[in-house]
């Protein structure tokens, strides 16, 4: 049995991992003032100098049920099967949008990520390597469910100003993190956005601490792959994340760049360190 792995642009992938991991994607749409652009015509650097010339922020669109009927349809085409993992659903109307387009065709199964980014990548990757062992797509959609809990996905951010204007955060929120020079954790949690731990200081030494206290408390990683996502970030702080992924074991430490939709929400110097935190579970 073929089975197509696919997954919304959201899951800020490099062409090369997608193209390894055979994964297609459909592009979420981001709109910068009066143009629209699809996910991955335009990049993050593209998506901060609009924001600092116009002073507003960009806006994405949902993906409709049509949009996601037709991609599906051109991959059972190919496939005999297809296997998409979505963005949360507490995040966006295109998971359920996607599950209502699966509903009008055979052999298509819907997984809600309840995470974004490169968590949903984690998801996605398992899913290729059950199918590379023969599942049939019933047995993936239900095995990739059941780590959907498991996922860690956290990031530091540098300032609060996207999530502010985005409506993700307090106006107390805000001005309380900005006159305390506050580095926020927000963590993914049930499949929302929500603030964790505060750090302080550059952000070279936060991505440090942020790295350590992450892989203390979640600490039971499948070690065979672990993602570093960035908006933008210095070298320092990229070196830092890798070594504290380096140093906990993982054996595939991949570095990508968030695209244009999830850029949009969460602004400049924003890095996470993400992988699946059910290696004690995998153990038994």
Do not use: W
Not at 228 to 256: C, H, P, Q, W
């Amino acid at each position: 049995m073929k089975i197509s792995v696919t997954a919304e642009s959201t899951i800020d992938l490099t062409k090369e991992l997608l193209e390894k991991y055979q994964i297609s994607t459909l592009p979420f749409l981001v709109i910068l003032g009066d143009k629209e652009f699809k996910d991955g015509e335009i990049c993050s650097t593209d998506i901060f100098k609009f924001v600092e010339e116009n002073k507003i922020l960009p806006k994405t669109s949902a993906i409709n049920k049509q949009t996601y009927k037709d991609f599906f349809a051109e991959q059972l085409k190919e496939s005999d099967a297809v296997v998409h993992i979505s963005l949360s659903s507490q995040m966006s109307s295109s998971c359920q949008n996607a599950k209502d387009a699966a509903s009008e065709l055979e052999n298509v199964f819907v997984v809600d990520s309840l995470s974004l980014s490169t968590g949903i990548a984690l998801l996605a990757i398992y899913a290729r390597e059950l199918a590379q062992q023969g599942l049939n797509a019933e047995e993936i959609f239900k095995k990739v469910s059941e780590r959907v809990p498991y996922v860690q996905a956290s990031f530091v951010i540098e300032r609060l100003d996207y999530l502010y204007k985005g409506g993700r955060c307090s106006a107390l929120a805000y001005f309380g993190a900005n006159l305390m020079k506050i580095r926020p954790q927000i963590i993914v949690k049930q499949g929302k956005m929500s603030s964790y731990k505060k750090y302080r200081g550059s952000m070279d030494k936060v991505v440090e601490n942020y790295c350590k206290d992450t892989l203390e408390e979640f600490n039971t990683p499948d070690r065979s792959v672990a993602f570093l996502t960035y908006t933008t970030a210095t070298e320092k702080m990229v070196d830092e994340a890798r070594k504290a992924l380096e140093s906990a074991g993982f054996k595939n430490i991949y570095e990508t760049r968030a695209g244009a939709t999830i850029s949009s929400h969460c602004g400049e110097h924003t890095l996470g360190i993400l992988y699946i935190n059910d290696g004690e579970k995998l153990q038994k």
